[in-house]
């Protein structure tokens, strides 16, 4: 299927590594040219080249913490007229609701909700002049089914979805069309590192731990990058212009709901 969105420009944050970097790759290989970002400029500049030399798109990189107000003031200098915005960063701390204070939850909130939203609101009347826009914002399967270990994620990526369920709404009018993307477990670092966290507390190996949480996803395995990279380009494709305000997940089947 041709997304009909080559040589369109996209900013894709957090995006040297995981689903943000299988977000850029779809992208590039639907001939978006790209700004990426990521914080450590190593790998970032190491992903980018990966994608220049596979699918001859335009590449440019910031190394900043989308999270700070200089960092985002910078991808957003590069960024300029973006026809398409795909929204992340790192996950908070897993943990119990007693060991989190005011300034975890407000590092939460920057981190998880106000940094998309502040993002959206620099971005999208751009996209508004233009009458054509695509936002994609990585949220999480806790949304919908909230995690318990996973308080501080539930909290903040709960009140980026109330934000987008009424903010789609109101710029849909005007061909900006924006969506949440919602991964359950896939194979990333941060996946490696949660399941490293419940093997320290249920006392068993890292293998243990990661079978035992593959055994809960009806497909019996983590997704994979490219998987949700894949759904990420349908969203920001032309294809995408009745799909409004929606929160859709991608989890193997894990989480037994019907809406
Ligand atoms: P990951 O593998 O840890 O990758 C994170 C990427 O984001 C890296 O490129 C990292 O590069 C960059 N990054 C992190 N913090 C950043 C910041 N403040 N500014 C700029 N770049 C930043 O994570 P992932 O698994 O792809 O997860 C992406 C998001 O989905 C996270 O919010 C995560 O909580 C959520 N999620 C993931 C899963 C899963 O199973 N993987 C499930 C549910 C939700 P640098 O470190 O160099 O900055």
């Known amino acids: ?6 040589g369109k420009r996209a900013l894709v944050c957090a995006s040297s590594k995981g689903l943000g970097r299988g ?26 080249q990966d994608l220049r030399d596979r699918y001859q798109v335009s590449i440019k990189t910031v190394a900043a913490d989308i999270v700070s107000e200089d960092g985002r003031a910078q991808v ?47 971005l999208m009347p751009k996209m508004i002049d233009k009458g054509w826009g ?12 909230p995690v318990a270990v996973l308080g501080l994620s539930n909290s903040a990526r709960t009140g980026l ?28 670092d941060r996946a490696v590192s949660l399941d490293q966290g419940a093997a320290k507390s249920g006392g068993i190996s890292y293998e243990e731990a990661k079978a035992q949480r593959e055994a809960t996803i009806p497909v019996g395995r983590y997704g994979t990058p490219g998987e949700f990279g894949a759904m990420c ?4 494709s032309q294809h995408s212009g009745f799909i409004v ?3 859709i997940l991608l989890d193997g089947g894990a989480s037994n709901m019907t809406m």
Not at 24 to 39: F, H, I, K, P
Not at 167 to 177: F, I
Not at 233 to 236: D, E, I, K, S
């Open 76 to 122: 957003l200098e590069e960024a300029g007229d973006v026809d398409i915005l795909v929204t992340n960063a790192g996950g908070p701390p897993p943990g119990m609701w007693s060991d989190w204070g005011r300034e975890d939850f407000i590092k939460a909130l920057d981190a998880n909700m106000l940094t998309p939203i502040a993002l959206m609101t620099a």
């Open 134 to 145: 695509r936002v994609v914002n990585i949220t999480s399967v806790s949304v919908k089914a």
């Open 245 to 247: 305000g929606q929160n």
């Open 23 to 48: 977000c850029a790759e779809a992208l590039a290989e639907a001939g978006v040219d790209l700004v990426m970002n990521a914080r450590g400029a190593d790998a970032l500049e190491e992903a980018a």
């Open 1 to 6: 299927m041709d997304l009909g969105i080559r």
């Open 233 to 236: 380009a349908f969203l920001c």
């Open 161 to 188: 979805t109330g934000y987008v369920a009424g903010t789609a709404r109101q710029v849909a009018p005007n061909g900006v069309v924006v969506n949440n993307l919602l991964p359950g477990l896939h194979a990333t």
